[in-house]
């Protein structure tokens, strides 16, 4: 049975920092790619940050500079770091595995970012 298990979220003022985890079960976590995926209210789930199997990065131009993707696959875990966090970035934020026809998501943690 595959697993995603997002942790990390909460309520933070703007300008701070989070740092999201997703640990992966279930898979061969290596040769997936993984992704981080947002969705706030009213809003279509967006591409925030994503890692391939060989370590290539990309990001959504409105995180570029604030965020940064990293995996760690001997522990089969993918992290989001988020600095300099605004309003706008306040949303449930899903990880994503996906390795060609094979994709499944997590549960989503709420990131709230309020004064």
């Known amino acids: 049975q595959v697993q995603l298990v997002e942790s990390g979220g909460g309520l933070v003022q703007p300008g701070g920092s989070l740092r999201l985890s997703c640990t992966a079960s279930g898979i061969i976590f290596s040769i997936y790619a993984m992704g981080w995926y947002r969705q706030a209210p009213g809003k279509q789930r967006e591409l925030v940050a994503h890692i391939a199997s060989g370590r290539t990065t990309n990001y959504a131009d409105s995180v570029k500079g604030r965020f940064t993707i990293s995996r760690d696959n001997a522990k089969n875990t993918v992290y989001l770091q988020m600095n300099n966090l605004k309003p706008e970035d306040t949303a449930v934020y899903y990880c994503?595995?996906?390795?060609?026809?094979?994709?499944?998501w997590g549960q989503g943690t709420q990131v709230t970012v309020s004064s």
């Open positions: 994503n595995a996906a390795f060609t026809k094979y994709e499944y």
